[in-house]
């Protein structure tokens, strides 16, 4: 199957982001992994993201993530635009990555700012100018002040990295500042008027009513219908309803939050869909902790309307 064109803008919709199964003896399971594929490309996704923190990117080798990103393009074939996340705190290893995802022939590359070495604005911007230089593929920037100890991109670093690379075509933004994602979009916008601003989770009341156009989702491989529903009613200004089902995307927020992301890999086992242990540090959730966990799911009605098994 012929590759559809790269991507040009940021696509609208639910960015499905894959999660990284491993094997009884930590090693990845490219089987299951395809499964997990094919599971998120049912769901109609606007894109999937690839070696995101959702997928134990940071506990991943280079070439750990080479694999995983070649193995979806592949599995993918065209189906979906394939988003690459190639963030790492030095910037040869996200170059090395970045091109590698061009080799492949990915539709698109994003990278955080650097982290744990808290370069100043000026820094900042020579790191993704480099990213951004190593290839033509279109790149998204990776806002999340809060994790990464405060390092994050200004409105101003955003402006001069615009006005210089025509293929930056969006940010993604997990500081959950919406002071931040407005003063961001705000930036962009007076350059790049289609410049795609869009939230990590899916608090989609807030981003998609303050200029965002798209949600890249952690619940997709979870609660895919309910996922689907909070986008469809918050972007058809069913503001009443989405509100309801914006709470419960707190209330199970606030459950994965906690040793993140093991509680993801919980839950996709709760729904039928067993895709391994996390890496350490990251420790599996315990028996009680997984039966609390049905719980919560089956208070907010979710057990009985999203698909079990894959």
Known sequence: MTNPPRLTSVPDGLI?????????????DLDVFAQVVEFLLR?????????????????????????????????????????????????DHAIELARHAAEIDADSVMAIAPYYWKPPQDGIYEHFAEIL?????????????????????SPDTLTR????????????????????????????????????LFVGTEWMIPSLTLGGKTC????????????????????????????????????????????????????????????GAPRRPQRAVSAEGKKMMAAALERLGLLDTEPHGW
């Open 16 to 28: 499905h982001c894959p999660i990284t199964p491993f094997t009884a003896s930590n090693i990845i």
């Open 43 to 91: 769901q109609d996704p606007a894109a999937l993201c690839v070696n995101l923190h959702l997928a134990e990117s940071l506990n991943l080798s280079l070439e750990e993530r080479k694999q995983l990103a070649k193995t979806c393009v592949e599995i993918s074939a065209g189906r979906a635009p394939i988003i690459i996340n190639v963030s790492t705190p030095g910037t």
């Open 133 to 153: 230089s190593a290839t033509d593929l279109p790149f998204i920037g990776y806002n999340s002040p809060t994790i990464m100890d405060g390092v994050g991109i």
């Open 161 to 196: 990295l615009l006005e210089r690379f025509p293929h930056f075509i969006g940010v993604k933004d997990a500081s959950h500042n919406w002071e931040v994602f407005l003063e961001l979009g705000r930036a962009a916008r007076k350059i790049k008027p289609e410049f795609g």
């Open 216 to 275: 890249m989702s952690v619940f997709g491989g979870i609660a895919p219908n309910f996922v689907k529903s909070l986008y469809m009613e918050t972007t058809e200004g069913n503001l009443e309803a989405a509100l309801e089902l914006q709470y419960k995307f707190s209330e199970l927020y606030q459950i994965i939050k906690v040793e993140y992301p093991a509680p993801t890999k919980a839950m996709w086992e709760i729904m039928g869909r067993p895709v």
